[in-house]
């Protein structure tokens, strides 16, 4: 399987790059960036080609391509690669408008070529028992459920002394297509889509800029409250709350309160706690399932095998609505339909 990445935007594909050479059926193929310094550090940081442009890594016919650009970029890379045949991994959200999010499904539809939206939790270990839990009716009906997804405010992981590296549009509006609410709802939307193979219907949200105030001109904080169409409601604190010096980037966990007892997950638990006196403070190493490598295995798998991938384009657009949906909440003070 020949792979490459367009673009090292996002964060979240010095993870992925380095899950891909990891993979003895995997050739990477390179890497491209509009940002030809920070292609040029990762390239050298990872051994891997970099390739001039966007044109010029499709020129060499990848199977498959994962796109990790900014969320407001992800269109324009989606329609290339789709020209190019390949197979197209897209970073979430998929996209910042409705419009947007649906011209990537449809493009991939109408090219003929499988598109997967990177919502990496589905994979993880603690959330997969969660979800055999259920289907099982281990819980029976699941009545509510509260969840978190919180992290750090982007800037504070930026690298010092690497100006090209920093990846402050995480807070940019228009790129990222808000703050808070755009960059951590997305997983526990489709999280919980899957949990109770159900559609959310109704949205209720309120933001704020409680954390870091004045800093960046988007949301830092949010609640975000969910209504199914089976009656299951579920909350969803997505703020950017962690400190600087907290031992891990962020988490997300969550608890079910079900007819038949209560479950808890939390995806990030699987840590040792390190002291030591050249870290200054201490961190965490973690030591479990690899939530990323599992959702490009079955990225790998359903390309070779000309399958669906498990998460799907729609499942993008599905998210996509709901993080609007709480913008629009939030801006009005009034719930928001669906469907």
Same mark, same amino acid.
């Given at each position: 399987?020949?792979?490459?990445?367009?673009? =090292?935007?996002?964060l979240h594909a010095e993870a992925y790059l380095g899950a891909l050479l990891a993979m003895p059926d995997v050739e990477v193929i390179g890497i491209a960036d509009e940002n030809v310094e920070r292609g040029r550090y990762f390239a050298g940081q990872f051994g891997v080609r970099q390739f001039e442009d966007y044109d010029g890594l499709l020129r060499e016919k990848p199977d498959a391509v994962v796109i990790t650009s900014e969320n407001a970029? +992800?269109?324009?890379?989606v329609r290339m690669a789709a020209d190019a045949g390949a197979a197209i991994l897209c970073?979430?959200?998929?996209?910042t408008t409705?419009?947007?999010?649906?011209a990537i499904v449809n493009v991939c539809r109408a090219a003929g070529v499988p598109l997967m939206t990177a919502f990496p939790m589905r994979f993880s270990t603690p959330a997969v028992e969660i979800k055999k839990l259920i289907d099982g009716g281990g819980l029976g009906h699941v009545y509510g459920c509260n969840a978190t997804n919180q992290g750090a405010l982007?800037? =504070? +992981?930026?690298?010092?002394?690497?100006p090209f590296l920093k990846r402050d549009w995480f807070t940019d509006p228009l790129l990222a297509g808000g703050?808070?609410?755009?960059?951590?709802?997305? +997983?526990?939307?489709?999280?919980?889509r899957w949990y109770f193979a159900n559609e959310i219907r109704?949205?209720?949200?309120?933001?704020?800029?409680?954390?870091?105030k004045g800093k960046v001109g988007v949301e830092t904080g949010g609640l975000i409250m969910l209504n199914f169409?089976?009656?299951?409601f579920a909350s969803i604190d997505c703020s950017w709350s962690k400190p600087a010096y907290y031992p891990t980037w962020g988490g997300l966990a969550l608890e079910l309160v079900a007819e038949k007892g209560l479950a808890t997950m939390d995806a990030f638990r699987q840590v040792m706690t390190v002291y030591s006196e050249r870290a200054g403070r201490p961190h965490y190493a973690y030591w479990g399932s690899d939530a990323n490598a599992g959702m490009l295995r079955d990225f790998i798998g359903a390309v070779s095998d000309k399958r669906a991938p498990a998460v799907s384009g729609e499942d993008g657009l599905r998210a996509v609505e709901v993080v609007l949906a709480a913008y629009e909440s939030a801006r009005t003070g009034q719930p928001v339909s669906l469907g």
């Open positions: 399987m020949r792979i490459g990445i367009l673009s =090292f935007a996002h970029r +992800h269109l324009p890379l970073e979430k959200p998929l996209a409705l419009d947007d999010a649906r982007p800037e =504070f +992981h930026q690298a010092e002394n690497l703050g808070a609410v755009a960059d951590h709802v997305v +997983h526990l939307a489709d999280l919980l109704e949205v209720y949200a309120v933001t704020n800029q409680i954390m870091h169409a089976n009656g299951t």
